[in-house]
């Protein structure tokens, strides 16, 4: 049996949640097993996973659980494995899933494959999967040897597809842990879409020339309904919050579509958004290394080519 | 309080990767090795910066081979008291994990980066949570201590989250947690009197393996657009590369 375990912000899912639960569904497809979803703490429609292939969702709620401490949700999230007799776990590779990877492949004894963006090669008892490594520069194909196994999939890895209809929810009673961690706050920006989980990104680098000129990168954020992004220099300036920074040592992300204005592309930056489905490098050097990664190149003042990228994308999106 | 940062070797941010013929390991020929960033320059830095403030202890902990003692005495150059390499040639997260875990007993914190820049795998940390039964907090980009309190900041999706725990506690530093340090040369001269021990790995298998290694494909040739006419580009995103 596959479990998956489907987070919940606020009581309801987002896409990552979809991912794993067809992550899952997929991988159950190729053992020749089934899919069930775990929900932690209040969730509201959680029936409504069956959608994305799971048989059955299993809920697990209890006081321990109000805040993340990460020891505590593996204690939910293994003794939930342990009484369903689940042998592959699936999360998400996001802040909660790098939280808790570790820990349930440890308290599990299991192999563990953090980060996969792909569903599993199931041959003959082996089982293979693909990850990133050296930041975007490389594959691996990783086989887990252990007979349980812990998986997390990166956001915007394969597509979420519908292939069933909502299912039944079941209560699960398993022992937690008094938690260790106590939360104060949390705080997420409101209205825009996280970098991690974004489709579309617009990244301004030290082209931009100053904080005052960023109204070009937001414009045509706004048109496209992007997350704004930037480059290390222009984080370490101040001129952008830290958490836009995207590269190596910031963000990594794989949107479908990254627009990159006067950005040159060092490889540190190449490294964080070489995952992008698409690239769109405007720059005014033609020698800039960031074309060599592009898909799509504009040689232009980005002052210029901003602006009337954004008129057209109103164009396209009014027609 | 006392501190333990656990530091890996990896190559060099530039580093173009190459593969072996086999495609089963890296071509290490040429490749240049650095302190992993997060360990070297988020989780060292700030374990100093706690020392240098309320006292204690800096050790580090590195799982590897005679080699990785370069990068070992970078870090006791840097400022760290001493530290344990655990001489082994590694066999996956979880056997380095367990290895960890065996010296990391009667530790206050256990420093790790946010990941590692070669496997970017971010879970050696929460394993070693486990293992050793503390809480973790991962991706944390501020830790303030009173007394045995932490109060950490943690990264999360769009935002951060503001936690407090008390020691023993294990945590991966991510960016914003302290400023990257360069030794300097008394640091260099000292670090090669201080302590490096090196012990002998815990029995432990190994659950995954590396297949195969694959290079991402070429990129075709860069598609140029006019300038002047970005309704082209808008309708390339939308009818050639279907992202629009």
Same mark, same amino acid.
């Given at each position: 049996?596959?479990?998956?375990f489907?987070?919940?912000?606020?009581?309801?899912?987002?896409?990552?949640?979809?991912?794993v639960?067809?992550?899952?569904?997929?991988?159950?497809?190729?053992?020749g097993?089934?899919?069930?979803?775990?929900t932690?703490?209040?969730?509201?429609?959680a029936?409504?996973l069956?959608?994305?292939?799971?048989?059955k969702?299993?809920?697990?709620?209890?006081?321990?659980?109000?805040?993340?401490d990460?020891?505590?949700?593996?204690?939910?999230?293994?003794?939930?494995a342990q009484q369903?007799?689940?042998?592959?776990i699936?999360l998400?590779?996001?802040?909660?899933?790098?939280?808790?990877?570790?820990?349930?492949?440890?308290?599990?004894?299991a192999?563990s494959?953090?980060?996969v963006?792909?569903?599993?090669v199931?041959?003959?008892?082996?089982?293979?999967?693909?990850?990133?490594?050296?930041s975007?520069?490389?594959?691996?194909?990783?086989?887990i040897?252990?007979?349980?196994?812990?998986v997390?999939?990166?956001?915007?890895?394969?597509?979420?597809?519908?292939?069933g209809?909502?299912?039944?929810?079941?209560?699960?009673t398993v022992?937690?842990?008094a938690?260790k961690?106590?939360?104060l706050?949390?705080?997420?920006?409101?209205?825009t879409?996280p970098?991690?989980e974004?489709?579309?990104?617009?990244?301004?680098?030290?082209?931009?020339?100053?904080?005052?000129?960023?109204g070009?990168?937001?414009?045509?954020?706004d048109?496209?309904?992007?997350?704004?992004a930037c480059?290390?220099p222009?984080?370490?300036?101040d001129?952008r919050?830290h958490?836009?920074?995207?590269?190596?040592?910031g963000?990594?992300i794989?949107?479908?579509?990254?627009?990159a204005?006067?950005?040159?592309?060092a490889?540190?930056?190449?490294a964080?958004?070489?995952s992008?489905?698409?690239?769109?490098v405007?720059?005014k050097?033609?020698?800039?290394p960031?074309?060599?990664?592009?898909?799509?190149?504009?040689?232009?003042?980005?002052?210029?080519?901003?602006?009337?990228?954004?008129e057209?994308?109103?164009?396209?999106?009014?027609? | 309080?006392?501190?333990l940062?656990?530091?890996?070797?990896?190559?060099e941010?530039?580093t173009?990767?190459?593969?072996?013929?086999?495609k089963?390991?890296l071509d290490k020929g040429g490749?240049?090795?650095?302190?992993n960033p997060y360990?070297?320059?988020?989780?060292?830095?700030?374990?100093?910066?706690?020392?240098?403030a309320?006292? /204690?202890?800096?050790?580090?902990?590195n799982?590897?081979?005679?080699?990785?003692?370069s990068v070992?005495?970078? /870090?006791?150059?840097?400022?760290?008291?001493?530290?344990?390499r655990?001489?082994?040639?590694?066999?996956?997260?979880?056997y380095i994990?367990?290895?960890?875990?065996?010296?990391?007993e009667?530790?206050?914190?256990?420093?790790?980066?946010?990941?590692?820049?070669?496997?970017?795998?971010?879970e050696?940390?929460?394993?070693v949570?486990?293992?050793? /039964?503390?809480?973790?907090?991962?991706?944390?980009?501020h830790?303030?201590m009173?007394?045995?309190?932490?109060?950490?900041?943690?990264?999360?999706?769009?935002?951060?989250?503001?936690?407090?725990?008390?020691t023993?506690?294990a945590?991966?530093?991510?960016?914003?947690?302290?400023?990257?340090?360069?030794?300097?040369?008394?640091?260099?001269m000292?670090?090669?009197?201080?302590?490096?021990n090196v012990?002998?790995?815990v029995?432990a298998?190994?659950?995954?393996e590396?297949?195969?290694?694959?290079?991402?494909?070429?990129?075709?040739?860069?598609?140029?657009?006019?300038?002047e006419?970005m309704?082209e580009?808008?309708?390339?995103l939308?009818?050639?590369?279907k992202?629009?």
């Open positions: 049996m596959v479990l998956v489907a987070e919940a912000t606020n009581g309801k899912f987002k896409k990552a949640a979809h991912e639960v067809t992550y899952g569904a997929k991988t159950a497809a190729a053992l097993s089934d899919c069930v979803a775990l932690l703490g209040n969730v509201e429609d029936g409504d069956g959608r994305f292939g799971a048989t969702v299993y809920n697990v709620s209890a006081p321990e659980l109000a805040g993340f990460s020891g505590v949700f593996t204690a939910a999230i293994a003794g939930a369903l007799g689940a042998k592959v699936v998400s590779h996001n802040s909660t899933g790098k939280n808790l990877t570790g820990r349930l492949a440890a308290r599990l004894d192999g494959a953090p980060g963006k792909a569903v599993p199931v041959d003959g008892g082996k089982f293979t999967v693909r990850k990133a490594v050296f975007g520069k490389a594959f691996a194909d990783v086989e040897l252990t007979d349980t196994k812990v997390s999939l990166v956001g915007n890895s394969i597509p979420v597809e519908e292939s209809s909502a299912v039944g929810v079941e209560s699960l022992e937690l842990p938690p961690v106590k939360v706050s949390t705080k997420r920006a409101e209205g879409t970098l991690p974004a489709e579309l990104v617009v990244s301004g680098g030290r082209g931009l020339k100053g904080p005052e000129n960023w070009v990168i937001n414009d045509l954020a048109a496209l309904g992007a997350t704004t480059s290390r222009v984080a370490d300036s001129w919050p958490h836009e920074h995207v590269g190596q040592t963000v990594a794989h949107p479908n579509l990254y627009i204005a006067g950005i040159s592309g490889i540190q930056h190449l964080g958004v070489n992008s489905k698409t690239i769109v405007i720059n050097d033609p020698e800039a960031f074309f060599k990664a592009a898909d799509y190149g504009v040689v232009g003042d980005l002052f210029e080519v901003l602006p009337r990228l954004t057209a994308v109103k164009k396209f999106k009014s027609a | 309080m006392k501190m940062v656990c530091v890996s070797k990896t190559p941010t530039t173009k990767i190459q593969l072996t013929a086999d089963t390991d490749v240049q090795y650095i302190m360990d070297e320059w988020y989780a060292l830095v700030r374990a100093l910066e706690l020392k240098e309320g006292g /204690g202890s800096v050790t580090i902990l799982v590897g081979p005679a080699d990785n003692d070992i005495r970078k /870090g006791l150059a840097i400022g760290a008291d001493d530290a344990i655990v001489n082994s040639e590694g066999g996956g997260s979880l994990a367990k290895q960890i875990a065996a010296q990391a009667g530790y206050d914190i256990v420093f790790f980066g946010k990941e590692t820049i070669d496997y970017n795998g971010s050696v940390g929460a394993m949570a486990e293992l050793l /039964g503390v809480a973790y907090v991962g991706e944390a980009s830790l303030e009173n007394g045995n309190v932490a109060t950490i900041t943690r990264d999360i999706e769009g935002g951060v989250e503001v936690v407090e725990v008390s023993p506690l945590i991966s530093a991510a960016k914003g947690m302290a400023e990257q340090r360069i030794p300097n040369m008394r640091g260099i000292m670090a090669k009197r201080k302590p490096l012990v002998e790995p029995d298998p190994s659950t995954t590396v297949a195969s290694y694959e290079l991402p494909p070429a990129k075709s040739a860069v598609k140029l657009i006019d300038p006419n309704d580009l808008v309708r390339l939308h009818e050639e590369a992202v629009i």
